[in-house]
C-alpha cells in the first residue's frame, strides 16, 4: 500500500463547479498535512496547510480526518486556472521529510 | 516566500557523462535540503536528504554513488548524475525550509530537466 494515496482523475469540471478531492495515508503519525499545486512541468508551490480543525482560504477548505486518516480538499466556483495537479503531501517526522501523494489532476472547462 | 533557485533549468547530455545540478537558497540559510526526482506522470520521489557539513542520507534504492551529493555551504547543495544514462532522465527538484518555528513549508527549486540521449 502507497504511503500517500490519491485518486489520479482527471477530474474534468466545468468553469463554477464545485470538486472535492481525498487523499488517504497510512502512517497514522503522521504530523503535518499540506496540499500542494503543480502546474505541468513546473515545481510543487504550496496552495495550502491542512488543520485538524479544518481551515479555508478564499475559495479553498481543507479538512483532516486523522481518525479516517484521510484529508481533503473542496474547490468552490473553480476556475480555468485552478487546472492543474493537486498533491497531498503528509510529513511523517520533525526531520521535514516530505512524501507526496501520486497526484490528482483537475481540468477546469469553460 | 523564501527563494531556493535551481541551475541549469534544462539540460541535454550524452550517454555515460556527468551532470551537475545546483540547488541554492537565496535568502536564508538551509542546513538540511532535499533532493526529488519526477518521472513523468508520476510524483516526487524523494531521494535523499542533504546535510551541511555531513553525507546526505539516501533514500532506499537510490544508489549514493551514481547520486553524488554535496551540502558544502547553508546555501548550496550540488546533485552530481555520474554516467548518466538515458533512464536517468527525469525532472530533478530540490526542496528547502528556512530555519526557525515560522516556516512549516518546504519551498521548491524550479526543478531541472535531465534527458540523457
Known amino acids: 500500500r502507497k504511503e500517500v494515496e490519491q485518486d489520479p482523475g482527471p477530474f474534468n469540471v466545468p468553469e463554477g463547479a464545485t470538486v472535492a478531492f481525498n487523499c488517504t495515508y497510512s502512517?497514522?503519525?503522521?504530523?503535518?498535512f499540506f496540499w500542494y499545486r503543480q502546474d505541468c512541468r513546473k515545481e510543487p508551490k504550496l496552495l495550502m496547510s491542512?488543520?485538524?480543525s479544518g481551515n479555508e482560504d478564499g475559495r479553498f477548505t481543507a479538512q483532516l480526518n486523522r481518525a479516517s486518516q484521510y484529508i481533503s480538499l473542496l474547490i468552490r466556483d473553480s476556475k480555468l486556472s485552478d487546472s492543474a495537479t493537486y498533491l497531498c503531501?503528509?510529513?511523517?517526522?520533525?526531520?521535514?521529510?516530505?512524501?507526496f501523494g501520486g497526484g490528482t489532476r483537475l481540468m477546469v472547462k469553460p | 516566500g523564501a527563494v531556493v533557485s535551481q541551475h541549469p533549468s534544462r539540460v541535454i547530455c550524452k550517454s555515460g557523462t556527468s551532470v551537475k545540478i545546483e540547488c541554492r537558497s537565496l535568502d536564508f540559510q538551509a542546513t538540511t535540503m532535499f533532493w526529488y526526482r519526477q518521472f513523468p506522470k508520476k510524483s516526487l520521489m524523494l531521494m535523499a536528504t542533504?546535510?551541511?557539513?555531513?553525507?546526505?542520507?539516501?533514500e532506499q534504492g537510490v544508489e549514493k554513488d551514481k547520486f553524488l551529493i554535496n551540502h558544502a555551504s547553508l546555501t548550496l547543495s550540488t546533485l552530481t548524475v555520474t554516467s548518466a544514462h538515458p533512464e536517468d532522465s527525469s525532472f530533478y527538484i530540490c526542496s528547502a525550509r528556512p530555519p526557525g518555528q515560522g516556516y512549516n513549508e518546504q519551498f521548491f527549486g524550479p526543478g531541472t530537466r535531465l534527458t540523457v540521449l
Open positions: 491542512v488543520y485538524s
Open positions: 542533504s546535510n551541511e557539513g555531513s553525507k546526505a542520507t539516501y
Open positions: 502512517n497514522s503519525a503522521s504530523q503535518s
Open positions: 503531501v503528509v510529513n511523517n517526522n520533525a526531520g521535514n521529510m516530505l512524501t
